[in-house]
C-alpha cells in the first residue's frame, strides 16, 4: 500500500526544524509487530490457534491481537503503529525528496528489517 509524504519544510542554514505528516490508510503491510513471549513457548496455544483464527488471520488473546509470521512464530501486532511513521531514517528522506507531497513505500523485509522509499518530484526513486 502507498503511502504519502507531505513536506512543508526542509532544514536550512538558518533554522533547522523539518515539517511533514504521513498520510495514507495504515492496514496490515506497515504494522509492525514483536513475537510474543507470552504465547511464544505455551504448547497449548497452536492447538487453540487452530481453533480461534479469524479469517483475517488475526487472533485475541490477553487483550492484544495477534498474528502468525511466515516464518511460523506468534507475533503481537503494535496496532496503529506505522513503520513508515516510526522508521529511523524517515526524516533523512523528508530531506531528500524535498518540499512538495510525494509517495513513499514501506516494506518489511525479515529479520526487523523495514525499508522505505520515496518517488521524487520528477518520479525519480529516493532512498534514504
Ligand atoms: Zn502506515
Ligand atoms: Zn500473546
Request: glycine residues 10%; contains cysteine; proline residues 2%.
Amino acid at each position: 500500500m502507498t503511502h504519502t509524504l507531505t513536506v512543508k519544510k526542509v532544514p536550512s542554514e538558518a533554522d533547522d526544524n523539518v515539517e511533514y505528516t504521513v498520510g495514507g490508510e495504515h492496514d496490515r503491510s506497515c504494522e509492525t509487530y514483536f513475537i510474543c513471549d507470552q504465547c511464544q513457548d505455551d504448547e497449548s496455544i497452536t492447538a487453540e490457534i487452530m481453533d480461534d483464527w479469524a479469517a483475517d488471520g488475526e487472533w485475541m488473546r490477553h487483550g492484544r491481537t495477534h498474528i502468525e509470521s511466515e516464518g511460523g512464530d506468534i507475533m503481537v501486532l503494535h496496532k496503529n503503529y506505522c513503520a513508515l511513521r516510526e522508521h529511523p531514517d524517515l526524516s533523512l528522506l523528508v530531506e531528500q525528496l524535498g518540499v512538495g507531497t510525494h509517495d513513499v513505500e514501506v516494506d518489511y523485509w525479515g529479520d526487523g528489517r523495514w525499508e522505505i522509499m520515496g518517488y521524487g518530484s520528477k518520479g525519480e526513486v529516493v532512498y534514504p
